[in-house]
């Protein structure tokens, strides 16, 4: 089980570490789960 993390001041974007049709968006430490529209995949080049 991969954790998430943040940093305080962070507005980035992280795949899910278990599911490439889900992401993380961070927001003052605190990230928020998606999910990707329909069938699409978090891309890393263009988080």
Same mark, same amino acid.
């Given at each position: 089980?991969?954790?998430?993390?943040?940093?305080?001041?962070?507005?980035? $974007?992280?795949? +899910?570490?278990?599911?490439? %049709?889900? #992401?993380?968006?961070?927001?003052?430490?605190?990230? $928020?789960?998606? +999910?990707?529209?329909?069938? %699409?995949? #978090?891309n890393?080049?263009?988080?």
């Amino acid at each position: 089980n991969n954790t998430i993390t943040c940093s305080a001041d962070s507005s980035e $974007y992280q795949r +899910d570490p278990n599911n490439c %049709t889900r #992401f993380y968006q961070c927001s003052n430490g605190t990230p $928020y789960l998606f +999910d990707c529209p329909s069938g %699409t995949a #978090f891309n890393t080049d263009i988080s």
